[in-house]
């Protein structure tokens, strides 16, 4: 199994420019999510999803959107790219409930200037 | 929303030594705990769990203490070594939560 698969792992964006963040995982995992992690800082949570279809947000969901089409796939994605959204990105799945442990992809390092 | 935090940003320990992070919380409704481990460059790996029926844990050269009573929980590593070193992260998650709240992190260097 790959587990969680990240792309891509840097990108550059402008300001106001939009772009996707693909998420997969190959361990049939209900649960999904996806977090920010700031410089010296603990992880955010972004959005969440408990299954295909349906979606929630987590502490910080201002200027995201996520779709969950399938249990494999949860894409993340930025329509007006601001300098606050400068951080790195990690998707992460679990089977259960958030509860329970997670298994974290290895990022993608998202920079707006 | 949640508090989890960490008594020190850095620890630096000699090779072969055992180290405690130490991490403390607010909810008291919190019922899972868990420590990860992040590696520059990587993403966050599971070290070791604890839901608040138990006071303790072991695993493979780590254990997990959790009290209750202050709202406290720490990891030991035993015999560090330098592939210890990395930025460690306690979490917890509330009864009924859909997701774990992260703390800042701790820095773990460990001296040859």
């Known amino acids: 199994n790959a587990g969680v698969t990240q792309t891509p792992k840097f990108r550059i964006l402008k300001i106001g420019q939009s772009m996707t963040l693909q998420c997969t995982q190959d361990m049939n995992h209900n649960y999904m999510y996806w977090y920010r992690q700031d410089p010296g800082m603990g992880l955010k949570l972004i959005y969440y999803?408990?299954?295909?279809?349906?979606?929630d947000k987590g502490e910080v969901p201002n200027g995201y959107n996520v779709s969950r089409s399938t249990t494999e796939d949860f894409p993340l994605r930025l329509e007006l790219a601001a300098p606050s959204q400068t951080s790195v990105y990690f998707c992460a799945s679990s089977y259960g409930q958030g509860n329970e442990k997670l298994f974290f992809g290895s990022g993608t390092q998202l920079s707006v200037l | 929303g949640e508090s989890v935090g960490l008594h020190l940003p850095t620890l630096s320990v000699q090779e072969g030594d055992n180290s405690i992070i130490n991490c403390a919380y607010s909810n008291s409704a919190s019922d899972y705990f868990i420590w990860y481990k992040q590696e520059s460059g990587k993403g966050p790996q599971f070290i070791i769990d604890?839901?608040?029926?138990?006071d303790k844990r072991q695993g493979q050269r780590v254990t997990v203490l959790l009290n209750k009573t202050v709202k406290h929980l720490s990891l030991q590593i035993a015999a560090t070594q330098p592939g210890d070193s990395a930025v460690y992260f306690c979490?917890?998650?509330?009864?009924?939560?859909?997701?774990?709240?992260f703390g800042t992190g701790t820095r773990l260097t460990v001296i040859p």
């Open positions: 999803s408990v299954g295909a279809g349906i979606t």
């Open positions: 604890i839901r608040s029926n138990m």
């Open positions: 979490a917890e998650s509330p009864t009924g939560a859909n997701n774990l709240f």
